[in-house]
């Protein structure tokens, strides 16, 4: 039963391709354990290729130990490649003010981890083990939280063409049956019974009280509604990129033009969305920024006067006649600006103008193929697709020079961006052999200093 409804949620959302190399993120929780159990089972008629990830978090002595082990005897049991990552153990030294401080840190540790694994292995796909209860958790939660439709749409299924959620239509008592069934055992994490965590007094006490006071099958209804609103959510978001397209004056590094009077023709709803796309790309991502922040833009847009408001990170939104300017600025540059902040003060992250060179070169970008994503270290926006296969005679090095044209069938996704390492080597094209990448920039007479801003 529950390998059907599985298979049917990978159909449905066309989460893997015949030949997949597929990292299974596993914790040693009954979802996770489950989730790998039946991979192993599809891999064959589906065609993947399985690595098992495991992150040992160390937080919790002994028991986080005991999961890696575990975990890797698994793996090693159904006969799949597993990889055990560490955090380093003076990471939880430092204190934090509160518990969901650390889980959060263990969450970007965790997908920074499953990211350098589906690299390494050159996998195209992460599996994680979020069920359908986890989706109505999401819900309530982002509910509580004041969340607008993509938030309260919740997990989504496919993210970025690159995670995938099999078991997100399948209960969590579904699971438990399935393990129980098969003898699988699996680990308990004592913290998830830890109800000063906010999730775990959504798990562990409001959907239990609705589920008897008002609904015995509010999971089900939450999780269907988050359905609902992620559909209305991906209309939104083409509409919001037709209002942008045609809104945007002027696109440079860092800076984005929106003519004011063709955002004031879009509804209000659509004009907050531009405003955020247009904050994302600038920033690279909208962490810090709140509905307060997107508001106060909106207040300069109906002011109709000049003005600005400094916003997290070093953006500053601009406000002249006929345009509102998103920047990306350096410490000290809203002196003698007028600029007010947003609400309370919020000094710009300090920045210097070499640090792009330094931050390429340390960071490494994931781009799905299809995609797009914003290297923010670069001041770039890099967006690919695949195209029908060419006719004869076509030039790969013919069209625009921000325009590059690759093998699809050569290229492993998603693809991987960064700056310039010392020792880089690559084979031009069209010639016999290599050359170490630095002698070719400077024959090309590319400045010392523009060299380290070149994505690779």
């Known amino acids: 039963m529950i390998?059907?409804?599985?298979?049917?949620?990978?159909?449905?959302?066309?989460?893997?391709?015949?030949?997949?190399?597929?990292?299974?993120?596993?914790?040693?929780?009954?979802?996770?354990?489950?989730?790998?159990?039946?991979?192993?089972?599809?891999?064959?008629?589906?065609?993947?290729?399985?690595?098992?990830?495991?992150?040992?978090?160390?937080?919790?002595?002994?028991?986080?130990?005991?999961?890696a082990g575990f975990v890797r005897r698994l793996a090693l049991r159904l006969g799949i490649a597993v990889t055990v990552g560490h955090v380093p153990p003076g990471t939880w030294k430092r204190r934090v003010r509160r518990q969901s401080s650390r889980e959060a840190r263990a969450r970007d540790l965790r997908s920074a981890f499953l990211l350098e694994t589906s690299l390494a292995v050159g996998a195209q796909r992460i599996a994680l083990g979020h069920t359908r209860d986890d989706q109505a958790e999401s819900l309530l939660l982002r509910l509580l939280r004041g969340s607008g439709t993509r938030g309260l749409g919740g997990i989504y299924p496919v993210k970025d063409h690159l995670f995938v959620r099999p078991l997100i239509e399948t209960r969590h008592r579904d699971i438990l049956s399935y393990l129980k069934t098969r003898r699988l055992r699996y680990r308990m994490d004592a913290t998830n019974r830890d109800v000063r965590l906010t999730r775990n007094r959504v798990r562990r006490v409001l959907i239990p009280l609705l589920e008897k006071?008002?609904?015995?099958?509010?999971?089900?209804?939450?999780?269907?509604?988050?359905?609902?609103?992620?559909?209305?959510?991906?209309?939104?978001?083409?509409?919001?990129?037709?209002?942008?397209?045609?809104a945007v004056g002027r696109r440079a590094s860092g800076l984005i033009d929106i003519r004011t009077m063709a955002l004031r023709e879009a509804p209000v709803a659509i004009q907050r969305r531009v405003l955020r796309r247009a904050l994302a790309e600038v920033r690279g991502g909208l962490r810090r920024i709140t509905a307060s922040h997107i508001e106060k833009a909106r207040d300069l847009l109906d002011s109709g006067a000049g003005g600005a408001i400094c916003l997290p990170d070093g953006v500053v939104i601009r406000h002249a006649p006929g345009t509102l300017r998103v920047e990306m600025i350096r410490t000290g540059a809203t002196a003698g600006l007028g600029v007010r902040p947003a609400g309370r003060t919020i000094r710009p992250a300090r920045r210097k103008v070499a640090s792009r060179a330094a931050a390429g070169q340390a960071v490494e970008t994931i781009c799905p193929v299809p995609g797009q994503v914003n290297l923010?270290?670069?001041?770039?926006?890099?967006?690919?697709?695949?195209?029908?296969?060419?006719?004869?005679?076509?030039?790969?090095?013919?069209?625009?020079?921000?325009?590059?044209?690759?093998?699809?069938?050569?290229?492993?996704?998603?693809?991987?961006?960064?700056?310039?390492?010392?020792?880089?080597r690559f084979t031009p094209l069209g010639a016999p052999g290599t050359r170490k990448l630095k002698s070719f920039l400077i024959d090309r007479k590319v400045p010392a200093d523009d060299r380290g801003r070149i994505p690779i």
């Open 376 to 424: 923010q270290a670069f001041g770039l926006r890099l967006k690919t697709r695949i195209m029908p296969r060419p006719a004869a005679g076509f030039d790969p090095r013919a069209g625009a020079p921000d325009r590059v044209f690759l093998d699809a069938d050569l290229v492993r996704t998603p693809l991987r961006v960064r700056g310039r390492r010392s020792g880089d």
């Open 213 to 246: 006071r008002f609904n015995p099958r509010v999971i089900d209804l939450l999780a269907r509604t988050s359905g609902l609103l992620r559909d209305e959510e991906a209309v939104l978001e083409t509409m919001t990129g037709e209002a942008l397209e045609k």
């Open 3 to 67: 390998d059907k409804q599985v298979l049917e949620t990978i159909r449905r959302h066309g989460m893997f391709q015949p030949g997949d190399r597929v990292v299974v993120a596993v914790s040693g929780g009954p979802d996770s354990v489950a989730l790998l159990s039946l991979l192993a089972n599809l891999a064959p008629s589906l065609r993947l290729d399985l690595h098992v990830a495991h992150l040992d978090h160390g937080w919790r002595g002994p028991a986080s130990a005991a999961d």
